[in-house]
């Protein structure tokens, strides 16, 4: 959310050091994110997933896992399967799965592969057509069977709608657990295999992935300060990217990974800067005397939205790398922030202030129009999924934060929320290489 200087609530400031960094550590599974739908597509297809054939605990777990991502997408109906023993080596009964109901079907199996790993294999049939979609395999281990079936849902998915799935991809967001301590956690899209990859005693936020997807730019206050750090997942090296008088907030990563726009007050007032991914190279993008906060890299590199103040109250506007004039992008109500642009540059989603509650909104870039998707009162901190076809939130539910992920057009809902924990600040990761 705007703030002078900062992009959350008011923090304390209470100094006190770092309590776990080097590599990523598990995180307790009570602790880990569980999804509620909320809202689903209007004509949701019928697909059946039979149950995948091979050692019982694996098939279970690999079953579990594609039926989940599909059905959480908001936009599969799960057609039972119970009582039919199916894998990819056999010849469907294309009318049998018809009087059930599915439009589609996949089966599938998972067995040794050789050399001591284990294989997922699967095909998919369209079943009006009486007629092969297409199938994959996957080597796959023990502890990796999750991420082998988010693959097969990514194929699946794709294969019945014609856009890339983003089950394999990955998020971050910060918990807070009692009075002080946060946790910047990473995890599968649905939330499972959550792991904690910062612990500290002090506020984390403004968490950003690279666009290569290994590393994390993130604002920690454990410097009695907002400092700017860039963690490397793989290792847990971190560096101090921006540490300048003042306050230091809002990083964003260009499209290419060598550079982020960040906010710095080091010369006075609130401004926009560009700067290395190591720390060099400090640039001045803005020069108004208001609040200028906020910036997002728009896909082709040569563009930052950022919101300001400077036309007297919070709107959003964009300027060129290159200089030129600042244009204001928002004119619809008095408040209007957080940019952050579509990955095909098609769309911007933005927090809008409306019926004195803070709700997502997305602008069509081309027609400029603009549709308010949530009715809550708390909305912060938007992400767009990898496919620009859904928006992650930070908002608040009987005084406790929870995570939301809404679709473009604002049908599909879900809610990711820990039992005991206030989550804020998601970033979703972008598609693995």
Same mark, same amino acid.
């Given at each position: 959310?705007?703030?002078?200087?900062?992009?959350?609530?008011?923090?304390?400031?209470?100094?006190?050091?770092?309590?776990?960094?080097?590599?990523?550590?598990?995180?307790?599974?009570?602790?880990?994110?569980?999804?509620?739908?909320?809202?689903?597509?209007?004509?949701?297809?019928?697909?059946a997933?039979?149950?995948?054939?091979?050692?019982?605990?694996?098939?279970?777990?690999?079953?579990?896992?594609?039926?989940?991502?599909?059905?959480?997408?908001g936009?599969?109906?799960?057609?039972?399967?119970?009582?039919?023993?199916?894998?990819?080596?056999?010849?469907?009964?294309?009318?049998?799965?018809?009087?059930?109901?599915?439009?589609?079907?996949?089966?599938?199996?998972?067995?040794?592969?050789?050399?001591?790993?284990?294989?997922?294999?699967?095909?998919?049939?369209?079943v009006?057509?009486q007629?092969?979609?297409?199938?994959?395999?996957?080597?796959?281990?023990?502890?990796?069977?999750?991420?082998?079936?988010?693959?097969?849902?990514?194929?699946?998915?794709?294969?019945?709608?014609?856009?890339?799935?983003?089950?394999?991809?990955?998020?971050?967001?910060?918990?807070?657990?009692?009075?002080?301590?946060?946790?910047?956690?990473?995890a599968?899209?649905?939330?499972?295999?959550?792991?904690?990859?910062?612990?500290?005693?002090?506020?984390?936020?403004?968490?950003?992935?690279?666009?290569?997807?290994?590393?994390?730019?993130?604002?920690?206050?454990?410097?009695?300060?907002?400092?700017?750090?860039?963690?490397?997942?793989?290792?847990?090296?971190?560096?101090?990217?921006?540490?300048?008088?003042?306050?230091?907030?809002?990083?964003?990563?260009?499209p290419?990974?060598?550079?982020?726009?960040? /906010?710095?007050?080091?010369d @006075?007032?609130? *401004? !926009?800067f560009?700067?290395?991914?190591? =720390?060099?190279? &400090? %640039? $001045?993008? +803005?020069?108004?005397?208001?609040?200028?906060?906020?910036?997002?890299?728009?896909?082709?590199?040569?563009?930052?939205?950022? /919101?300001?103040?400077?036309? @007297?109250?919070? *709107? !959003?506007?964009?300027?060129?790398?290159? =200089?030129?004039? &600042? %244009? $204001?992008? +928002?004119?619809?109500?008095?408040?209007?922030v957080?940019?952050?642009?579509?990955?095909?540059?098609?769309?911007m989603?933005?927090?809008?202030?409306?019926?004195?509650?803070?709700?997502?909104?997305?602008?069509?870039?081309?027609s400029?129009? &603009? %549709?308010?998707? +949530?009715?809550?009162?708390?909305?912060?901190?938007?992400?767009?999924?990898?496919?620009?076809?859904?928006?992650?939130?930070?908002?608040?539910?009987?005084?406790?934060?929870?995570?939301?992920?809404?679709?473009?057009?604002?049908?599909?809902?879900?809610?990711?929320?820990?039992?005991?924990?206030?989550?804020?600040?998601?970033?979703?990761?972008?598609?693995?290489?």
């Amino acid at each position: 959310m705007f703030r002078p200087s900062l992009s959350l609530r008011g923090l304390s400031l209470i100094a006190c050091s770092v309590l776990a960094f080097s590599m990523l550590s598990t995180t307790p599974a009570n602790a880990e994110l569980t999804i509620e739908i909320t809202g689903a597509g209007a004509n949701r297809i019928p697909v059946a997933i039979a149950d995948f054939g091979g050692e019982p605990g694996s098939s279970r777990a690999l079953t579990s896992v594609v039926r989940g991502d599909l059905e959480h997408s908001g936009l599969f109906r799960m057609i039972d399967t119970t009582g039919v023993a199916i894998t990819e080596t056999t010849s469907p009964a294309y009318a049998d799965w018809k009087n059930r109901g599915a439009d589609a079907l996949a089966a599938g199996s998972i067995g040794p592969s050789g050399d001591g790993r284990q294989e997922a294999r699967f095909r998919l049939y369209d079943v009006t057509r009486q007629a092969p979609l297409g199938g994959a395999a996957f080597v796959t281990s023990s502890a990796m069977l999750r991420a082998a079936g988010h693959r097969i849902a990514d194929v699946i998915y794709e294969k019945l709608t014609g856009e890339p799935g983003v089950f394999s991809t990955r998020i971050a967001y910060v918990v807070k657990s009692g009075p002080a301590l946060y946790e910047l956690h990473i995890a599968d899209s649905d939330g499972q295999n959550a792991q904690a990859a910062l612990k500290s005693r002090e506020p984390i936020i403004s968490p950003t992935w690279s666009p290569d997807g290994t590393r994390l730019a993130y604002v920690s206050f454990e410097n009695k300060k907002p400092v700017i750090y860039v963690h490397s997942l793989a290792s847990g090296q971190r560096i101090v990217v921006a540490n300048f008088k003042g306050s230091n907030s809002a990083p964003a990563w260009s499209p290419d990974g060598r550079k982020l726009a960040v /906010t710095l007050s080091k010369d @006075g007032g609130s *401004q !926009i800067f560009t700067i290395n991914a190591d =720390g060099s190279g &400090v %640039q $001045r993008l +803005t020069t108004n005397s208001g609040i200028n906060t906020e910036p997002f890299f728009a896909p082709d590199g040569q563009t930052i939205y950022f /919101t300001s103040d400077r036309g @007297g109250s919070p *709107q !959003i506007y964009r300027t060129s790398l290159n =200089g030129g004039d &600042v %244009q $204001r992008v +928002t004119f619809e109500g008095s408040y209007n922030v957080s940019p952050r642009i579509s990955a095909d540059g098609k769309t911007m989603a933005f927090i809008s202030r409306r019926e004195n509650g803070f709700r997502l909104a997305v602008m069509d870039l081309a027609s400029r129009q &603009v %549709q308010i998707l +949530t009715d809550s009162f708390k909305d912060e901190s938007p992400s767009f999924a990898p496919n620009s076809r859904m928006i992650l939130i930070a908002t608040e539910i009987g005084g406790r934060g929870v995570l939301s992920a809404v679709s473009v057009d604002g049908r599909i809902k879900q809610r990711l929320s820990i039992p005991a924990g206030d989550v804020r600040e998601p970033a979703w990761g972008p598609y693995l290489r």
